[in-house]
């Protein structure tokens, strides 16, 4: 199995642009879908991304995602940044032996 | 809209059982495979087992193969997960999640909290 590895924080001024990577340890980055859920806090996760770029109906067009063969990695970009976006964000993804595999997560602040 | 509501978490002793259950609503509970999911307090989230909409297929992570049994009921709309040999490294919360084409988490439950304490 092969493991995603995100950065464990990140902050940004409200009104600017942060992007958050995940990058995979063993195995092609575009062999399986890249999601992104949001967690805030005392709440359950909700995605966010899914399918690498594709967003769910009622996520605001302010969230990308993007995946990155050269570096292995996917990326969560959040323009406009509102303290609302506040979060801990995790990405996952999962392998042919039936293995869904989350990242360690990377608080957001915004700040 | 779709609901996941899961019950049966509490304190319990190393080595003890706990089942967990989580009632699905808003849609055709039978059509969809099913995961369960857990966070362990301050921690990042870890995938526990999924279990397809016939239960035809399961699948757990390395660390409850073995003591974890996903089933679940499709004339009760019920997912549930018998957790045996408990240890103090399972308490977290539990999620129950349902399945989008075998590769995401569509729909989360509020998750039930599952203590393992002497």
């Known amino acids: 199995n092969f493991m995603l590895t995100q950065p464990h924080s990140v902050s940004e001024s409200p009104g600017k642009t942060v992007t958050i990577s995940c990058t995979r340890s063993s195995g092609s980055i575009a062999s399986n879908y890249v999601q992104w859920y949001q967690q805030r806090p005392g709440s359950s996760p909700t995605s966010v991304i899914y399918?690498?770029?594709?967003?769910p109906s009622g996520v605001p067009d302010r969230f990308s995602g993007s995946i990155d063969n050269s570096s292995n990695s996917a990326s969560l970009t959040i323009s406009g940044l509102k303290t609302e976006d506040e979060a801990e964000y995790y990405c996952q993804s999962y392998d042919s032996s039936k293995v869904w595999v989350f990242g360690g997560g990377t608080k957001l602040t915004v700040l | 809209q779709v609901q996941l509501v899961e019950s049966g978490g509490g304190v319990v002793q190393p080595g003890g059982s706990l089942r967990l259950s989580c009632a699905v609503s808003g849609l055709t509970f039978s059509n969809y495979g099913m995961h369960w999911v857990r966070q362990a307090p301050g921690k990042g989230l870890e995938w526990a087992a999924f279990i397809r909409h016939d239960e035809s297929k399961k699948y757990y992570a390395d660390s409850v193969r073995g003591r974890f049994t996903i089933s679940r009921d499709n004339s009760k709309n019920t997912l549930y997960l018998q957790m045996d040999s408990l240890r103090p490294e399972d308490t977290a919360v539990y999620y129950c999640?349902?399945?989008?084409?075998?590769?995401?988490?569509?729909?989360w439950g509020q998750g039930t909290l599952v203590t393992v304490s002497s």
């Open positions: 399918e690498d770029s594709q967003r």
């Open positions: 999640a349902k399945d989008r084409d075998r590769i995401r988490f569509e729909y």
